[in-house]
C-alpha cells in the first residue's frame, strides 16, 4: 500500500515541498525513515509511533518505510512529525487519502499525541500559497503567524486526535483568521529627534542615509549624543510595507523569535550589538546555519557602538554583506542564503579617551591613536557612504529653549525621497539608491559636464577608489531626490564630498591600510 501526505523544508528564507510517501508491506516489522534527515527528524519515528498509539491509534505489525522526498533537500527540526503522522493514519485507513492532496502539515508531535508549534511556519505557509494548495493545518502555537498570509486557509489543532476527526468529518473546525493589530503608528517608539541638541551636521547625514539607505560612521567625542541619534533612527525611517513585514517575519520565524503575542514584525528594526559578539552571531551561521545579526536588521539598522572595540575579524566578516546585501553560508549539507539589506551606523571616538584633536584634553600619543584606528582597515572605510563628526556639546546647547526638527518632519522628507526611488527602480529588482551597482550608477547617477569635472578633480586630489567614487554618486543621487531634482548638479555633489573627508582626517598615511 502506498499513501503520502505533504510537509515543508526551510532552506535559507525560502521553504520547499516535501512529499512524505508512505509504504506498508508485509515482512520483517520494522519502521524505518529515510531522505537526508538530521537527527531530530530521524528520531520522528519513534514521537510518531508512541503519540499515535496514545492517541489511540494502532500501528499494525509491518514493514513501514517512510521517504521524505525530494531526497537531495536536507531534513532538519521536528516540523515533518505531523505529515508523517497523517500519511500512516490514512496508510492504516483512519482518514481518506483525498483529503490529504491540497494541506500542508506543520507540527511536532509529543507522545501525548498534542501537537507543539515548530519554528519557520511562515516561509512554509507563504510557499504552500504559492503552490496552490488549499489547507494548512497548524499548532495553536503557530496559527497567529501562519493566518498572517491571505489566500490560504489555516487550522489550527491541539492534537493528533483532534486533525484525524477533522478528516474523518466528525468534528468541524473553522479557518482561524488572524487578529493581528495592524496600527503601525501606535507601536512607535516614543523618541524624537528634537531630543537631541545640536549635532545639525549629524542629523543631516542621518537623514540623507535613511532616504537612500546609506551607511554611516560618526565619530566624536564621548557624550555627544552619538548613540542618542543613532537609537532615534528608526522614528524617521516610513513604516514598513507588507511585503517588507513579510520577508522580515519570515527571518524572525526561522530564527524562533516570532510568538504569539508578535506574529508578524510592524516595526523597523534596530539591532543594537554589544563588541562581545562574534562572528557566527553577527552573520549566521552555526551547525543549522541560522541567520544572523546582519539578516535580524533586514530592512532596518544595524548599529555598531564603540566601533573599534569590536574584534577586527569580525568587523571584516561585514565586507561582502555592505556589497551584496545578502550572505551565503556553506555548509557539508548544502549552502543557505539570507537576505542583509540593512543599513549601517557606526559610531566612534577618534582616539581610546576620545578627545582626539583637541590636544587639551586628548593624552594619546600618536603611535596609540593610529593603532586605535587602525582597528577599522580601509576596506570597510570605503563601504562607508557618509562620515559625520560629532561635535563636543557646549553647556548653552543643552539649556537652549529652542529644540531642533521634529522626527515627524523629517520623515516626511524622507517618504517624499524614497517614493521618488521606488518609482524610478520599479523594474531594476532594487528599491532604494544605496542598492544600485556599479552599471546602474551610470544610468541612473547622470553628471553634466561641470559635475564630470568636479568629480575629476576629486578623484585625484582625495586618492579615491572605484568603490568610493560610486558611493559619492549614489549619495548625491539621494540628496538630490531630498531636493526634488532631476539631475544632480554641483551643489548636491559637493554636499556628498564633505561627508567623505573625515577619512583623509583621521586615517592618515601612517596608518595601516
Known sequence: MFYHSYCGAVVGIDAHVIHVEVDVCDGLPMFSLVGLLSSETREAKDRVRISMRNSGYKI???????????????????????????????????????????????????????????????????????????????????????????????????????????????????????????????QREELDFSEVSGQETMKRALEIAVSGMHNVLMIGPPGAGKTMLAQRI???????????????????????????NESIITRRPFRNLHHSITSTSLIGGGYMAKPGEISMADGGVLFLDELPEFNRNTIEMLRQPLEEHKITISRLHGSYTYPAKFMLIAAMNPCKCGYYPDRNRCRCSENQIQNYLSKISMPILDRIDLCAEAKEMKYNDLVTERKGESSYNIRERVKKARKIQLERYSMEGIRYNGELSAKQVERYCYLGEAEKKIMEEVFEKMELTARSYHRILKVARTIADLDEKDNITSAHIMEALCFRGLDKKYWGDGICR
Open 234 to 260: 528608526p522614528t524617521i525611517m516610513p513604516e514598513l510595507t507588507f511585503e517588507e513585514s513579510l520577508e522580515i517575519s519570515k527571518i524572525y520565524s526561522i530564527a524562533g523569535l516570532l510568538d504569539e
Open 60 to 186: 499494525p505489525v509491518k514493514h513501514i518505510t517512510v521517504n521524505l522526498s525530494p531526497a537531495d533537500i536536507r531534513k532538519e527540526g521536528t516540523s515533518f512529525d505531523l505529515s508523517i503522522a497523517m500519511a500512516l493514519l490514512a496508510a492504516f485507513g483512519y482518514v481518506p487519502q483525498d483529503c490529504l492532496e491540497k494541506t500542508i502539515f506543520i507540527g511536532e508531535l509529543s507522545l501525548d499525541g498534542s501537537v507543539k508549534g515548530v519554528n519557520g511556519v511562515l516561509p512554509i505557509v507563504c510557499m504552500a500559497k504559492e503552490k496552490n494548495f488549499e489547507y494548512c493545518i497548524v499548532s495553536c502555537e503557530n496559527a497567529e503567524e501562519a493566518a498572517i498570509v491571505q489566500g490560504i486557509q489555516i487550522i489550527k489543532v491541539s492534537n493528533l486526535k483532534e486533525v484525524v476527526e477533522y478528516f474523518s468529518g466528525t468534528l468541524v473546525l473553522k479557518p482561524y483568521k488572524s487578529i493581528a493589530c495592524e496600527d503601525k503608528n501606535s
